[in-house]
């Protein structure tokens, strides 16, 4: 198919009116009210719009009660100009009202969508160091965009069939607005506080899991430290064993060719054995033989890839992380 030959046509009329929409409910988010403002903003509008006033008298009644949602001067101005700007004709404060219940309906969507999406870091069943659990990580983020959009859709299915008096607002002001497309606005205006839910939802990282496991098992540790007899050698943990026993750890979630780092004999280093800890996706056996070559090196994988993989769980010195604990960490510290 050659793209010169789609023609796509957008009728100057409709971007108008949406781009209105959009520009409304962008004020109104950037005015900061509150949602107990918004809901008496629509039972303002819902009787002007059916007053027998003139426009104008109508858009001063308007710009009269906003004044008194706030006492805050930076509100009040940002209110005024919001109605100012956003009101120019009758129609318009259907448009108003609409943008404040799309606003509502998003507040909705996005709780909604974030429960969905916390469901991948809330399984009982999954170990938070699992290869399951880091790819339910991964989807986190985009799941609260999948999910809200998929809700978008069918709200809009149900507005659109009329199921429910519920919806019967919305519905009486799209009706009243000709070409207005209130579920594109929505979607646009979702996606984009998504991305905001995302940054404070995101899964943890792989280190950080592992310092979750480390404190759940009450291990002391240190984070990411240099090995004081070999200047080269950095771990990214040390553990400290009560028999005075000390463990340096290497987390990577892969490991490319970073597996050959850290690598030296262990009567150099300042630990008493070295631990490599990582998911196990590209751990082969040419990997584990070359790790193992030396004494006092072990492996921790996750534990749903260990069971699956016969030469990590036909290896005695490769161990599933749901078993690292005190009590394992002290037998291998006597090896």
């Known amino acids: 198919m050659k793209i010169d030959t789609i023609e796509l046509e957008l009728d100057s009329s409709n971007l108008a009116i949406n781009l209105l929409l959009y520009r409304t409910v962008k004020s109104i988010l950037q005015s900061k009210i509150s949602n107990n403002h918004i809901l008496k903003l629509i039972e303002q509008?819902?009787?002007l719009t059916i007053s027998k006033e003139p426009f104008e008298v109508k858009k001063e009644?308007?710009?009269?009660?906003?004044?008194?949602?706030?006492?805050?001067?930076?509100v009040k101005k940002k209110l005024a100009?919001?109605?100012?700007?956003?009101?120019?004709?009758?129609?318009?404060?259907?448009?108003?009202?609409?943008?404040?219940?799309?606003?509502?309906?998003k507040g909705y969507i996005l709780e909604k969508s974030k429960l969905y999406s916390e469901n991948f870091k809330a399984s009982n069943d999954i170990h938070i160091m699992d290869f399951q659990y880091d790819q339910n990580m991964l989807n986190l983020p985009y799941s609260i965009r999948v999910s809200g959009a998929l809700l978008i859709k069918i709200l809009f299915a149900e507005i659109n069939e009329n199921k429910k008096n519920f919806y019967g607002a919305l519905i009486s002001d799209i009706k009243k607005?000709?070409?207005?497309?209130?579920?594109?606005?929505?979607?646009?205006?979702?996606?984009?506080?998504?991305?905001?839910?995302?940054?404070?939802?995101?899964?943890?990282?792989?280190?950080?899991?592992?310092?979750?496991?480390?404190?759940?098992?009450?291990?002391?540790?240190?984070?990411?430290?240099?090995?004081?007899?070999?200047?080269?050698?950095?771990?990214d943990f040390k553990i400290f064993l009560e028999n005075?026993?000390?463990?340096?750890?290497?987390?990577?979630?892969?490991?490319?060719?970073?597996y050959k780092q850290n690598h030296e004999n262990i009567d150099d280093?300042?630990?008493?054995?070295?631990?490599?800890?990582?998911?196990?996706?590209?751990?082969?056996?040419a990997k584990i033989d070359y790790i193992l070559a030396k004494d006092k090196y072990f492996i921790f994988v996750a534990s749903d890839l260990y069971e699956k993989i016969n030469y990590f769980n036909q290896n005695e010195r490769v161990f599933p992380l749901s078993q690292l604990n005190r009590n394992l960490l002290m037998r291998l510290g006597e090896k």
């Open 45 to 47: 509008l819902k009787l």
């Open 61 to 74: 009644i308007l710009l009269e009660f906003a004044q008194t949602l706030s006492e805050k001067e930076t």
């Open 81 to 105: 100009d919001l109605v100012e700007c956003s009101i120019l004709e009758e129609i318009h404060f259907n448009v108003f009202k609409l943008s404040l219940n799309i606003l509502r309906f």
């Open 177 to 235: 607005v000709k070409e207005i497309d209130p579920e594109t606005i929505l979607q646009i205006i979702f996606a984009e506080s998504a991305s905001q839910a995302i940054r404070s939802l995101s899964g943890s990282g792989y280190e950080e899991r592992f310092t979750t496991l480390l404190k759940a098992n009450n291990l002391s540790h240190d984070g990411q430290c240099f090995d004081s007899n070999v200047k080269a050698v950095e771990y």
């Open 244 to 258: 005075g026993k000390k463990i340096g750890v290497s987390a990577k979630r892969t490991l490319r060719e970073r």
């Open 269 to 285: 280093l300042e630990v008493d054995i070295m631990i490599l800890v990582t998911l196990g996706i590209d751990l082969n056996k």
